[in-house]
């Protein structure tokens, strides 16, 4: 009898560790598959990834009004034709720039290109000139996030016929924006050049 009695606690006890590891393991799944309070959010987006997402709501075709400081006869009054798109899977915006009614043939006119992307903790912009060279810039960003300022950091290939050394994009609402390039000629005299634009209809 008392070995009966034996047997009968000794699989009671057993049945009672079963039950116990059935429900602590209900209890670690659930918690594994309900959100811990304790996960680390996501981080914020950067002041790059700020600025670049705002230029990248450019994209699109442009037109407008170019003045030049000092003047520039050959330039001023123009009627520039800006086209911003993005590409590589959001990762890069490409802006190109001609005079309006020239032909689509970057091999006769002047068509440069500037590719604008982020890189670790900075937006850049290399400009890809038809003076034969690349400077790149770093953006930095003012109180309002309306201007994004470009500052020159370097420039690839020969600067003889000079170098396009400073942008600034200001964002006035979704339809239009204003673009000012600083161009440094031979002996570092600067030319500015200031584009008011519309988005074409």
């Known amino acids: 009898m008392k070995v009966l009695r034996f047997m009968l606690c000794a699989a009671f006890l057993m049945a009672l560790s079963s039950a116990a590891v059935v429900a602590l393991s209900h209890v670690a799944s659930a918690q594994a598959s309900s959100p811990s309070t304790s996960a680390t959010p996501a981080s914020a987006p950067s002041d790059a990834q700020k600025s670049f997402e705002q230029l990248k709501s ?27 798109r993005v590409t590589s899977r ?17 091999a006769k006119y ?13 937006l850049y912009l290399t ?14 960003t003012s109180a309002d996030g309306k201007k994004i300022e470009f500052d020159f950091v370097d420039v690839a290939g020969g600067t003889q ?4 050394h400073h942008a600034v994009f200001t964002v006035i609402d979704a339809n239009h924006h204003i673009e000012d390039w600083t161009y440094m000629e031979p002996g570092d005299k600067p030319v500015q050049v200031h584009m008011d634009l519309q988005r074409a209809k």
């Open 90 to 106: 959001g990762n890069a915006l490409v802006h190109e720039m001609k005079e309006s009614g020239t032909p689509d043939d970057p």
């Open 127 to 140: 400009h890809y000139c038809d003076a034969g060279n690349r400077p790149r810039m770093a953006a930095r």
């Open 58 to 84: 450019l994209a699109g075709k442009w037109e407008g009004k170019l003045t030049t400081v000092p003047v520039r006869a050959e330039m001023e009054g123009a009627n520039p034709e800006i086209t911003m």
């Open 161 to 164: 016929y000079g170098h396009m």
């Open 110 to 122: 002047d068509h440069p290109v500037t590719m604008l992307y982020v890189d670790g903790e900075k």
